[in-house]
């Protein structure tokens, strides 16, 4: 069940009181399993109307120990509906920070492009190389803004947290990495993941970026809780199989097992969430400060976008 949100005119007394909420994105393959009758309990979900167009419907839920988060799906409620390719990343992250974010968590699956790396490992990067190229990248086109440091493109604070919430659930995980986003839909190719592990790429995935980046241009932190389900074209040879997803780069146990650690989900980030401080150590909640001080943008977030 959905009803649309109109966003909160700037400057507004909506816009000044939004208290601020953690927001979930949650990838690919994970919704059925969160759902059901021990799942989560979710609110109506409203879409937001954003100056990029619709919203994916935002839900609140409280996750396992009692946190109130938003929550979003990027590919949909029914399967997957909306390629990573087709994802409307801007209006998702306008709508959430309009709805009172200041953080989002995501969780992406990704293919193992480490051979070290086994199916079902949950990965906190700490790095990442963009190779999309067809996809909005920025919310400021037109306009002299958005040149932003991206020396550490995930909040540092939240993978510390998640690190924490990791082993305080006891689930398998490697701390850092470093995710190469492709644009999809076609897989890759085995000369283009031995070219990625070169650069130095660890996981690949198609949904990471540019959601970190236009993160940062709202002055949200952001990291992804990324988990192994398949190990890349090329690391291990895999025969054909049109009846599996990937068409047999994952065996059955190994899909399984990758459903297995997604089932987690919930609880690590509950885990990590009550880790986290509200006072963090970062720099992404003033990663704009350098246009606010040149007096190019005022507070109000609502008001550095300008589109008809
Ligand atoms: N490649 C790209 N995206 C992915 C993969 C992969 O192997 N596995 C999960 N998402």
Redesign the pocket.
Known sequence: MTRRRRAVPPGSAGARRAAPLPAVILGSGIWHLLRGRRGLRLSRGEIGETPFGPSRPIFSTVLPGGRRVLLMTRHGEAGYDVGAWSVNYRANLWALKDRGADLVLSTS???GIDPRLSVGTFVVPHDLLDKTTRRAKTFFEGAGLGIVRHGQPFCPALRAALAEGLAAVGVRHRLGGVYVC?D?PR??TPAEICSYAREGATI???TVAPEFALSRELELCYATLSWV??L??GVVPRPYRPDLL?EG?ATEEELAEGDRAAARLPEVLAAALDRLSSDRACDCRRAMEHYKQRGDIGEDFRTWVKRT
């Open positions: 699956a990704c293919g492709t999809g897989l890759e690949v995935g198609m389900v398949n890349a074209e990937f780069m």
